[in-house]
Structure formats: C-alpha cells, structure tokens
C-alpha cells in the first residue's frame, strides 16, 4: 500500500470508546468513593497515580486492570470509522 499522505487523527475518551478511560477504571475496581474526595485536593495525573497506587496495594494486577479496559464500551460506529480511515 503506497503511502497517501493523510493522516487520521481520533482522540481516546469519548470518541473511540464511549466513556473517560480513567473514570472507567476507577468505577469499575470499585474506588469511585476515594476518587471523589480526593479529586478537589490534587491535580488529575497526580489523582490517577495515587489510584492506582491505592488499587495496587489493595492487590489489584496489570491483568485486573487490562480485563476491565476489555469491557469498556466502543461507540457504534467508530470500528467502521477507523476501518474506513485505514482504507484510505
């Protein structure tokens, strides 16, 4: 396949899959609770580190975390979208 020259450019969260990554996570391992009280006193990539050095403690494995971004839900249309951007 020759090179085109375009280049197709999709964000993460709320376009190819139909929620926020972090906030997936952190509900799904069941930590809504401490993320919300610590949210207003620290900044978000700060938050996130501290998560999931509390999950980690608590026992919880890359494969633990790997399972739940395997359930997280994909808008409808975007596997068609990005199949048709690969055709290009």
Known sequence: M???GIVVIFDFDKTIID???DNWVVDELGATELFNQLLPTMPWNSLMD???KEQHSQGTTVEDIAAVLKRTPIHLQIIEAIKS???L
Do not use: N, Q
């Open 2 to 4: 020759a090179a085109s």
């Open 50 to 52: 501290r998560m999931m």
């Open 85 to 87: 951007a690969h055709a």
């Open 19 to 21: 929620c926020d990554s």
